[in-house]
């Protein structure tokens, strides 16, 4: 099946620090999503993505869906403690939004 | 906004019992979705539903079943709880959406069998 490889597993970062994150597949995607979960919490959906090579910002979050089709990066620009949680990515191919394959998460610690 | 709720954060059950987790989103949406999450394992696919009555079986269905007898109700079922389900459950919703809607996630239910 299709597999979403996303790095880092964890971060552990300084207050005010920019953060970078990505998934890559072999496999190419129609949409691509990012979530954050907190501990004992839902994943709650930050940014969506539709179109190969769209950037796209919500607040200090931005990302990109890869030209390729077979990656996408977040961003978190100047991180607060708030930030802290997993967050993962997703793919959905197919064009049928029941194919969608998760990534396992990038844990991310800021230090006040 | 999208609201999804599960309708237990905690629950505490036997080997053996049967258990229902009960899942409700007031979008009208025809997507409906179990999963379960586990350290190290990631978020894995129990069943997923894209209208009533209509169920498919996810990466992982063995020792589940479901129900969706309204389109806004979304049930998960282990027949026979064993230890081995002790597990995070989330239920999301979305449009039916060739575009691939994303999903819309509950606050999960933390479920463990003794």
Redesign the interface.
Known sequence: ?QQLNQSPQSMFIQEGEDVSMNCTSSSIF??W?W?KQEP??????LI?L?KAGELTSNGRLTAQFGITRKDSFLNISASIPSDVGIY?C?G?SG????K?T????TLLTVNP | DVK?TQSS?YLVKRTGEKVFLECVQDMDHE?M?WYRQDP?L??R?IY?S?DVKMK?KG?IPEGYSVSREKKERFSLILESASTNQTSMY?C?S???????????????T?LTVT
């Open positions: 099946g129609n949409t999503l979530y004992g919490e839902g994943p709650v959906l969506a539709y993962f997703a959905i064009g049928s939004n029941y969608l998760f990534g396992k998460g | 999804v954060r997507n979705f190290g990631g978020l696919l997923f894209y498919e990466d989330l999301a979305s449009l039916l959406d060739r575009d691939g809607s994303p999903l819309h996630f509950g606050n999960g933390r």
